[in-house]
């Protein structure tokens, strides 16, 4: 009997053990979602305050771009800051707001050399000085023509559906819409990238899809004017002209209009956006591009790209 009693203790005693295990189990877990969802409640917030942030931003670059007072000039300094006229302060990089930050940049895609638009010949020069042979260049040149144009005709060294098909997909037949689209173009392999520069992202820097054609003298990059086949000195006078005095050349030596350097002003520009709420390791972005078009009063805007995204890490 008593052998009993103290069995039964036993049992009571350890179910009460395994309900306390459970209870503390569950009030666990309890406390981890509760922990998990006020985290995503806080993640939720600050995106939303960067969200906020950043569209501050792109408007104030918006309003920058159309406060334009001199619409046959724009050019940028010697610190790489883009000027709309010699009057107006150049965007900070980086400008605080209540609550938070955030940083600009504006890439004037007229500074570019336009894969669509370029002459055959300034585009011949150009991928000399990338360091590719006659060969090569030819077949470049020739397929690239034929992914663009609207007939299937080969050219002598060019590419249309009958070589794609092999790799599954047809020539376009239409102008290139982003600059990555060349990785499909017969004569652009990976050492294209590679030749533009250090990584593929650079390619961006140097050709752009947007523009007419006619590059800004006043915005192009020294990397750019080189390709162009312009010598040092040439660069450097070009450079020279860049201060915030001279305001950049009004009228353009005729010696550099024979290069793809025949506007003095720009229309097509890249904005990318980062906007961040004070302390939080939560960064909103925008990248858009934007054409400045002439009104009767200033300037109008036209998207021509808009993507944004959330990006983590700490400022
Ligand atoms: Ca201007
Ligand atoms: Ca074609």
Redesign the pocket.
Known sequence: MIEYISKQKGYALIMTIWIMVFLTITALNFTLSNRFSIAMVRNFKEQAEGYYIAMAGYHTVLNYLKSDKDPAVDFVDEKGRFHIDSDTEPLPEKVKVAGGEFTVKIIDEEGKININYVNERILREVFKNMGFEADRIDEMIDSLK????????HRLKGA?DDFYEEYGYT?K?GRIDVIEELKLVNGFGEDFFRKAGEEAGMVRSVFTTFGTGNININTASPQVLKLLGLNEIDVENIMQQRTETIGGYRAIPAQYTNKGLKKTWSAYFTIEIEGRKRGSNISYNIRSVIKRVKAPKGFRIETLYWREYVSYGSS
Do not use: K, Q, T, V
């Open positions: 034929d992914w663009i144009d609207f007939d299937d005709l249309e020539a037949n």
